[in-house]
């Protein structure tokens, strides 16, 4: 599986992104897909989490509801609107997956990340 993350750029406080995972590859089950984020000097942290079903989850970091997590199972694809962004929101964001390649080997994938930059 190979995730592709698009969809950052610069953008001034107070703007929009929608950010976009596009997962391609054969494998036997996903059951959540996530955005994490990393700032520079910082650790990874989650932003968002999805399951297959559609139910979604925040960390209370996020819980401000500025962000919120969407797929589009038709085209494989998990979104992150952002909005109201501030400096502190900018980081590389990357798209995470975990799933089963059998019916009894987790997995779990990482794409590559797409940076968001917020000037004030």
């Known amino acids: 599986v190979q995730l592709q993350a698009s969809g950052g750029g610069p953008v001034q406080t107070g703007g929009s992104l929608r950010l976009s995972c596009a997962s391609s590859g054969v494998i036997f089950k996903i059951d959540s897909m996530a955005w994490y984020r990393q700032a520079p000097g910082k650790q990874r942290e989650l932003v968002a989490t999805?399951?297959?079903?559609?139910?979604?989850?925040y960390p209370n970091s996020v819980k401000h509801r500025r962000f919120t997590i969407s797929r589009d199972n038709t085209k494989n694809t998990i979104y992150l609107q952002m909005n109201s962004l501030k400096p502190e929101d900018t980081a590389v964001y990357f798209c995470?997956?975990?799933?089963?390649?059998?019916?009894?080997?987790?997995?779990?994938?990482w794409g590559k990340g797409t940076l968001v930059t917020v000037s004030s």
């Open positions: 999805i399951t297959s079903g559609g139910s979604t989850n």
């Open positions: 995470h997956a975990e799933g089963y390649t059998d019916p009894w080997t987790p997995v779990n994938y």
